[in-house]
């Protein structure tokens, strides 16, 4: 976050507040998200397109109710993958018709809900699911605006993008084949669905725009496609989510106007050239808003070294509150934050607390040669895919989210406890 600054006595402030304080009144493990550093990231993804786009924050990098009402308040639209996920959109009073429902498996539950709830679009993600939505919706006697997923053929990850014929995945349906414009013949001739445009997602973490010029250039010629076949220029195109942030000082994130001058030329061109009108364009970030916003805040038990291979530090959370270093191999920084030390860097491993020798926070870091326990040490950018990635593994207690802002500090999402963990076990 940006309010970061030193205290006299060494220790890190976050909007005016002490780490230690913050510890000491919220415990650790536990995440501190700056509010109006997501607001402000909101507002940027708004204007970034001067209103030519909409922008969906994806909930799966992290959701709450009060990150449902912040978003409703900064203009932002809503994009869920789960009938717990709407929920907490409806309940936060996020209006429906600002909610994208995605998912390549949604239950007919999940389905019957949205529809009735009004949610602005639905993304169809298979053959099946066409006939599935616009039953439901026919049964509530509604026409249901949809989207169809398509994959494109390009995977992009990091700093890498691969177009080929890659379609060996579960999302989607593919270009290649015809499979595409098949999709929307089935949707157009169906009274349940309105078909509103096409949806495609390309990957997450993504720093080079190339792989978005190829999905966007392939999108396109579908449109093209569809007017020559059937006559109608389908309103909008959905470009996804998957724009990086900088988890380490390697990473060099696009910032959200140079990702919207690009997209919107990359389309405005490829639609100049096909002759079609310039269809509404959303995207759909999630990392990059919410990724840099808050940190962890940890405390140290044991430091172990172990001579001449390596110091473990092992701090109170783990893979339980962090699973992507474990799961993808992810990089991450970490600082002592409690005090300042003049101790020469040591390269270390700060691991968790769990049963498992895969439980590494940060698998290669440098902290002081005197880090010892009843240290807090904080690792940055956890606010995407951590929290809403957690686990109760080893019956581990999820870490609370505390939201920062101008000098206070609250609970949005309070830290688990024993009771809860025992609530759910009747046996
Ligand atoms: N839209 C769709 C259709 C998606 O599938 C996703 C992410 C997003 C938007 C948002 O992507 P973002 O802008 O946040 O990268 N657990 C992984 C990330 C999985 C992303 C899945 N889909 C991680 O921790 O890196």
Redesign the pocket.
């Known amino acids: 976050a940006r309010t970061v600054t030193r205290t006299e006595e060494g220790s890190v402030s976050v909007s005016g507040l002490d780490v230690r304080a913050l510890a000491e009144e919220f415990g650790t493990p536990a995440y501190f998200l700056d509010e109006s550093d997501f607001r402000a990231r909101c507002r940027a993804w708004h204007e970034a397109f001067g209103g030519a786009a909409d922008v969906f924050y994806?909930g799966?990098?992290f959701l709450s109710r009060a990150i449902v009402r912040w978003l409703h308040e900064e203009g932002l639209n809503l994009?869920v993958?789960s009938g717990g996920e709407l929920t907490t959109a409806l309940a936060a009073g996020m209006p429906a018709e600002r909610i994208a429902f995605?998912g390549n498996n949604k239950t007919a539950e999940e389905i019957h809900r949205a529809i009735e709830a009004g949610v602005g679009r639905i993304?169809l993600d298979s053959f099946q699911e066409i006939v599935r939505v616009a039953h439901i919706a026919q049964e509530l006697g509604k026409r249901q605006p949809v989207q169809i997923?398509v994959t494109v053929g390009v995977e992009a990850h990091t700093h890498e993008f691969i177009a080929t014929a890659h379609e060996d995945q579960k999302f989607g349906i593919g270009l290649a084949g015809g499979q595409a414009a098949e999709a929307v013949r089935r949707v157009l001739k169906l009274d349940g669905l309105e078909l509103i445009g096409i949806h495609s997602?390309i990957g997450?973490?993504i720093f080079d725009m190339a792989g978005f010029e190829v999905s966007a250039r392939r999108v396109v010629q579908l449109l093209a496609e569809v007017r020559d076949e059937h006559g109608v220029e389908l309103p909008e195109i959905d470009l996804?989510?998957?724009?990086g942030i900088a988890y380490t000082s390697d990473d060099d994130p696009c910032e959200p106007r140079e990702i919207a001058t690009s997209l919107t030329s990359i389309v405005t061109r490829e639609c100049r050239a096909a002759g079609l009108a310039v269809p509404r364009i959303s995207v759909?970030?999630?990392?990059?808003i919410v990724g840099p916003t808050a940190f962890t805040l940890y405390e140290v038990g044991t430091v172990k070294e172990l001579d001449g291979l390596r110091t473990y530090v092992s701090v109170d959370g783990g893979m339980s509150d962090n699973i992507?270093t474990a799961l993808?191999d992810?990089e991450y920084s970490v600082s002592l934050v409690s005090r300042s030390s003049s101790a020469e860097p040591m390269l270390v491993r700060v691991v968790g607390k769990h049963c498992e020798s895969g439980d590494i926070v940060v698998r290669d870091a440098f902290l002081p040669a005197d880090i010892a326990s009843g240290d807090l040490i904080a690792v940055p950018a956890t606010g995407?895919?951590c929290r809403s990635?957690a686990s109760n593994y080893n019956h581990a207690l999820r870490p609370p989210v505390v939201a920062v802002n101008d000098g206070s500090a609250r609970v949005i999402v309070r830290r688990e406890t024993e009771e809860d963990l025992l609530r759910l076990d009747v046996g």
């Open positions: 994806a799966k990098a994009d993958c995605h993304v997923r997602h997450s973490q996804g989510g998957g724009l759909e970030p999630g990392r990059a992507r993808y992810a995407a895919y990635m």
